[in-house]
């Protein structure tokens, strides 16, 4: 059985500055995905980024980067010069790549951020 | 426009009503998935489908049921609605990539409140 579990239920992070919010999994599967999402206030999902399992380097997307360690089985989001709109609920999931694409998620990590 | 919508957006209803969630996409995607969202629990599969003729049982699939009326509509019924089932609904669309996993694209989310 495949898990995600995120052990931040909030954090705070000053405007300007980086943050990690943290995520570790676990599976027996040797092909997987790792996503994440935010979910504003509004209640919208939005992806992020994506990380395979087998990409030797760590995802990025404008100011996210995903710190992939997969002897750790961690896939940490990296979220760097936070703006106040970072500000939301943020979702680590994965999928392996024989499971049609369905998706397990954490529990979340609410993030503000001050101004 | 949305590419993937749900109507209605807010709804409220009473125990042992039947109530029908719309989801329909314009992505052109085969697959379709229902999730739910409760505070602290993240989103759980309720059920998805790979292609009109293809409907598969998620992790919590008790208590509805679905109908893939054509690759760009998918709906959600709960027969006989109850209080435990108010909570956020989200409908998403994937498309396989070669040699690897999906990415999942949301809908906006329908919250449910059931009285």
């Known amino acids: 059985a495949q898990k995600i579990t995120q052990t931040q239920p909030g954090m705070f992070v000053q405007e300007k500055e980086a943050v990690t919010l943290d995520c570790t999994y676990d599976t027996s599967d040797q092909s997987y995905g790792l996503f994440w999402y935010k979910q504003p206030s509004s209640g919208e999902m939005i992806f992020l980024i994506y990380?395979?399992?087998?990409?030797?380097q760590n995802a990025t997307e404008g100011r996210y980067s995903l710190n992939f360690q997969k002897a750790r089985k961690s896939a940490n989001l990296v979220i760097s010069a936070s703006q106040l709109g970072d500000s939301a609920m943020y979702f680590c999931a994965m999928s392996a790549y024989n499971q049609g694409g369905k998706l397990i998620f954490g529990q979340g990590t609410e993030l503000s951020v001050k101004p | 426009d949305a590419d993937v919508t749900q109507t209605p957006r807010n709804r409220i209803t009473k125990t042992g009503k039947r109530i029908m969630l719309e989801c329909s996409q314009t992505?052109?995607?085969?697959?379709m998935y229902w999730y739910r969202q409760d505070p602290g629990l993240g989103l759980r599969l309720i059920y998805y489908?790979?292609?009109?003729?293809?409907?598969n049982k998620g992790e919590i699939s008790d208590g509805y049921s679905v109908s893939r009326q054509a690759q760009a509509k998918f709906s959600l019924s709960l027969e006989s609605a109850i209080p435990n089932q108010t909570a956020l609904y989200f409908c998403a669309t994937s498309v396989p990539l070669a040699g690897d996993t999906d990415t999942q694209y949301f809908g906006p989310g329908t919250r449910l409140t059931v009285l």
């Open positions: 992505k052109g995607h085969d697959r």
């Open positions: 489908s790979f292609d009109v003729k293809d409907i």
């Open positions: 990380q395979g399992s087998y990409d030797e």
